[in-house]
């Protein structure tokens, strides 16, 4: 069977390199690599994803729900009508207990099925009693943020739960309902949100077990690693490094290694990569598995997991596009098995005096982006209907070895205190982050509305709405998008202060054929840093004029090479302090001067001045047939960099 899998592999193989020739117009032998290494995509981890799995890549099966390793979930008896818990945040505003109160019971009503409750604004640990009033919890599943309150709040709430009457029907605990204290010392300390003190929360876990039953202490926090731009592999590396310290400190306190993992929980932030959600989930579990197994109590070792949807991919400019990244998200994790799932609003990453909907409408968009799936298209009602697929079951597997990796490397370095302290984990988070943005501002990452098809038409925002006073927000926050909106922000002041928007003319060559795919273009990264485009529409060189301190010359490479030079020529007569072109520079008619195109690129690429990128005039050369553009705009720029020069000078111009 293996000869018979290995040989159709090679013709599908032998195909697609044919395809591949042919698209690079070159002969199969010239080709610069095989199929896989050639189609292959390559995670932020540096996983390898190949174009095609068949059961060459089949992996043993993972056991079933409920029992270990748990890698297809926790709950061995979820309730497949009910799925995952739809769990919603309050308390983050200022409202009064009460208030919260009639919210949270309108949300019940609505379709909510959890409840993650800030402790710490109108609600108290005191108030505890009247924002739990009418809330059965004994079917609500409650995860509490209580920061530095964390201790009063927890006895606050285990008080309270202790007086609260259960529901009319009893119902049997499972994972669904366990609820979370939510202490979290060890993840907030790296991120600088204030929270427990460590040594008390594993004192008062050590004090009250006995009364925990269903109820959890920890809540290891995976948001506060990927938030600040950890890959995958780091924040679930980083989350069970974290937990087994936990873990530890509990044993020491007294605790069998079954009570000590009984005590934690994990939160995970999930993203638009729908795939690798699902594979993000059931690695963590197969790691945490691993660890219990260790500890020698592996039927203890199911991680219980709360998804909630990462706040750094949600943008601010165009947020209605969060609602589509943020169902992609929801979907990952209920698939991927978690326990309960926390969709952020579709505003979460615009702060609260500059939304333009109010937070009831917000917060049931979120809410019905869950029962949509969960109702409408039924997705809860299959346990892990991933698995067994060959590509899931690898991605998992090699998402999983990549964590404990990244775990084994806190151990060397002492655990994960010492490493925290040793600046290890913001280090390797900080090198990932660098290398994220990287591929945002030259764009290989697309965030839609953001730095692909922006609109430059939508409501303004002032210098308020870059702050990170959110209410999820972290000193360490690191949103995708803050590169490119800073440089929209920078386009509104200049609107504000002006009444005009910084604008660059084009200067098409010949037919709407020949040129609307590069104007499109153009048209479109300008716009990713704010800056609008004057089309006039096809030019030559008897007619154009320069509308703009900066244009940029748009066509094909034969149109450039007969009517280029004369353009050029024309634009630097009328005034134009600076010509681009789009395209390589390769493809302009002077370029066999020898210069490459890293050279005459724009000055952010080349390191130099935007007076050394300047006109032929200022660079000490004619305008004759031998001139060149300035600079280019082509695939592959540090976009965030080039139009950080286009608004120098624009601005330097008013």
Same mark, same amino acid.
């Given at each position: 069977?293996?000869?018979?899998?290995?040989?159709?592999?090679?013709?599908?193989?032998?195909?697609?390199?044919?395809?591949?020739?042919?698209?690079?117009?070159?002969?199969?032998?010239?080709?610069?690599?095989?199929?896989?290494?050639?189609?292959?995509?390559?995670?932020?981890?540096?996983?390898?994803?190949?174009?095609?799995?068949?059961?060459?890549?089949?992996?043993?099966?993972?056991?079933?729900?409920?029992?270990?390793?748990?890698?297809?979930?926790?709950?061995?008896?979820?309730?497949?009508?009910?799925?995952?818990?739809?769990?919603?945040?309050?308390?983050?505003?200022?409202?009064?207990?009460?208030?919260?109160?009639?919210?949270?019971?309108?949300?019940?009503?609505?379709?909510?099925?959890?409840?993650?409750?800030?402790?710490?604004?109108?609600?108290?640990?005191?108030?505890?009693?009247?924002?739990?009033?009418?809330?059965?919890?004994?079917?609500?599943?409650?995860?509490?943020?209580?920061?530095?309150?964390?201790?009063?709040?927890?006895?606050?709430?285990?008080?309270?739960?202790?007086?609260?009457?259960?529901?009319?029907?009893?119902?049997?605990?499972?994972?669904?309902?366990?609820?979370?204290?939510?202490?979290?010392?060890?993840?907030?300390?790296?991120?600088?949100?204030?929270?427990?003190?460590?040594?008390?929360?594993?004192?008062?876990?050590?004090?009250?077990?006995?009364?925990?039953?269903?109820?959890?202490?920890?809540?290891?926090?995976?948001?506060?690693?990927?938030?600040?731009?950890?890959?995958?592999?780091?924040?679930?590396?980083?989350?069970?490094?974290?937990?087994?310290?936990?873990?530890?400190?509990?044993?020491?306190?007294?605790?069998?290694?079954?009570?000590?993992?009984?005590?934690?929980?994990?939160?995970?932030?999930?993203?638009?990569?729908?795939?690798?959600?699902?594979?993000?989930?059931?690695?963590?579990?197969?790691?945490?598995?691993?660890?219990?197994?260790?500890?020698?109590?592996?039927?203890?070792?199911?991680?219980?997991?709360?998804?909630?949807?990462?706040?750094?991919?949600?943008?601010?400019?165009?947020?209605?596009?969060?609602?589509?990244?943020?169902?992609?998200?929801?979907?990952?994790?209920?698939?991927?098995?978690?326990?309960?799932?926390?969709?952020?609003?579709?505003?979460?990453?615009?702060?609260?005096?500059?939304?333009?909907?109010?937070?009831?409408?917000?917060?049931?968009?979120?809410?019905?982006?869950?029962?949509?799936?969960?109702?409408?298209?039924?997705?809860?009602?299959?346990?892990?209907?991933?698995?067994?697929?060959?590509?899931?079951?690898?991605?998992?597997?090699?998402?999983?070895?990549?964590?404990?990796?990244?775990?084994?490397?806190?151990?060397?370095?002492?655990?994960?205190?010492?490493?925290?302290?040793?600046?290890?984990?913001?280090?390797?988070?900080?090198?990932?982050?660098?290398?994220?943005?990287?591929?945002?501002?030259?764009?290989?990452?697309?965030?839609?509305?953001?730095?692909?098809?922006?609109?430059?038409?939508?409501?303004?925002?002032?210098?308020?709405?870059?702050?990170?006073?959110?209410?999820?927000?972290?000193?360490?926050?690191?949103?995708?998008?803050?590169?490119?909106?800073?440089?929209?922000?920078?386009?509104?002041?200049?609107?504000?202060?002006?009444?005009?928007?910084?604008?660059?003319?084009?200067?098409?060559?010949?037919?709407?054929?020949?040129?609307?795919?590069?104007?499109?273009?153009?048209?479109?990264?300008?716009?990713?840093?704010?800056?609008?485009?004057?089309?006039?529409?096809?030019?030559?060189?008897?007619?154009?004029?320069?509308?703009?301190?900066?244009?940029?010359?748009?066509?094909?490479?034969?149109?450039?090479?007969?009517?280029?030079?004369?353009?050029?020529?024309?634009?630097?007569?009328?005034?134009?302090?600076?010509?681009?072109?789009?395209?390589?520079?390769?493809?302009?008619?002077?370029?066999? +001067? *020898? @210069? $490459? !195109? #890293? /050279? &005459?690129?724009? =000055? %952010?690429? +080349? *390191? @130099? $001045? !935007? #007076? /050394? &990128?300047?006109? =032929? %005039?200022? +660079? *000490? @050369? $004619? !305008? #004759? /047939?031998?001139?060149?553009?300035?600079?280019?705009?082509?695939?592959?720029?540090?976009?965030?960099?080039?139009?950080?020069?286009?608004?120098?000078?624009?601005?330097?111009?008013?």
């Amino acid at each position: 069977m293996s000869e018979t899998l290995d040989a159709l592999y090679e013709k599908w193989s032998a195909s697609a390199a044919q395809v591949l020739a042919k698209s690079k117009r070159v002969d199969v032998d010239q080709l610069s690599g095989s199929p896989d290494e050639l189609l292959a995509v390559r995670t932020r981890d540096d996983l390898v994803i190949n174009p095609l799995y068949t059961r060459r890549h089949e992996t043993a099966e993972p056991g079933l729900p409920g029992s270990f390793p748990f890698v297809r979930g926790a709950d061995a008896v979820r309730d497949v009508v009910q799925g995952w818990r739809v769990t919603e945040r309050h308390g983050d505003d200022a409202s009064a207990a009460a208030d919260v109160n009639e919210a949270i019971l309108d949300a019940f009503n609505s379709g909510a099925s959890g409840l993650w409750l800030r402790v710490g604004g109108g609600v108290t640990p005191a108030t505890l009693a009247d924002v739990f009033a009418g809330v059965y919890l004994d079917l609500v599943p409650v995860t509490l943020d209580a920061g530095a309150d964390g201790i009063a709040a927890a006895a606050a709430f285990l008080d309270v739960k202790a007086a609260s009457a259960n529901a009319p029907q009893a119902v049997t605990p499972t994972v669904a309902t366990i609820a979370s204290l939510g202490f979290s010392p060890l993840t907030a300390a790296y991120s600088g949100r204030a929270d427990v003190d460590e040594t008390e929360a594993t004192a008062f876990a050590a004090k009250t077990v006995s009364a925990l039953d269903g109820i959890r202490t920890f809540r290891v926090d995976g948001t506060d690693f990927a938030t600040a731009g950890a890959t995958d592999a780091q924040e679930l590396g980083y989350l069970v490094a974290a937990a087994l310290t936990h873990v530890r400190d509990l044993i020491a306190a007294g605790l069998t290694a079954s009570e000590a993992l009984r005590q934690i929980t994990f939160a995970v932030s999930v993203g638009d990569d729908q795939f690798g959600v699902i594979a993000k989930l059931r690695a963590l579990r197969k790691a945490w598995s691993r660890v219990a197994q260790v500890l020698g109590a592996p039927d203890d070792g199911a991680a219980v997991i709360h998804a909630v949807t990462d706040l750094s991919m949600l943008t601010q400019r165009d947020p209605w596009v969060n609602m589509l990244r943020t169902t992609v998200a929801a979907f990952g994790a209920g698939v991927g098995g978690a326990d309960q799932v926390t969709v952020l609003g579709y505003d979460a990453a615009i702060p609260a005096a500059q939304r333009t909907s109010k937070a009831t409408f917000s917060r049931r968009i979120a809410r019905n982006t869950q029962l949509l799936l969960l109702e409408e298209s039924n997705v809860g009602r299959v346990l892990d209907p991933a698995g067994g697929s060959w590509f899931v079951e690898s991605l998992t597997d090699d998402l999983a070895a990549a964590a404990w990796t990244v775990l084994q490397t806190v151990e060397r370095a002492g655990g994960y205190r010492k490493a925290l302290v040793d600046n290890l984990i913001a280090e390797q988070i900080d090198a990932a982050r660098a290398a994220r943005d990287t591929d945002v501002a030259h764009r290989r990452t697309s965030v839609t509305g953001v730095n692909e098809f922006p609109n430059l038409g939508e409501r303004l925002l002032d210098a308020a709405a870059s702050s990170t006073d959110l209410e999820l927000a972290t000193p360490r926050l690191s949103r995708v998008a803050q590169a490119f909106e800073a440089l929209r922000d920078r386009s509104d002041a200049m609107l504000a202060a002006t009444g005009t928007r910084p604008s660059i003319a084009l200067a098409p060559l010949g037919s709407v054929a020949e040129h609307n795919g590069r104007t499109t273009f153009v048209a479109n990264l300008l716009a990713a840093g704010g800056i609008a485009t004057i089309n006039p529409g096809p030019v030559t060189a008897d007619s154009v004029t320069a509308e703009t301190p900066i244009v940029v010359i748009c066509g094909t490479k034969a149109r450039y090479a007969d009517d280029g030079p004369a353009l050029l020529a024309a634009l630097r007569a009328a005034g134009a302090q600076r010509v681009l072109l789009a395209g390589p520079l390769s493809e302009w008619p002077a370029a066999e +001067r *020898g @210069e $490459s !195109d #890293t /050279a &005459a690129g724009s =000055a %952010s690429e +080349r *390191g @130099e $001045s !935007d #007076t /050394a &990128a300047g006109s =032929a %005039s200022e +660079r *000490g @050369e $004619s !305008d #004759t /047939a031998g001139d060149k553009p300035d600079g280019s705009l082509r695939v592959g720029i540090d976009a965030v960099g080039t139009l950080t020069d286009l608004l120098d000078q624009l601005a330097g111009a008013n």
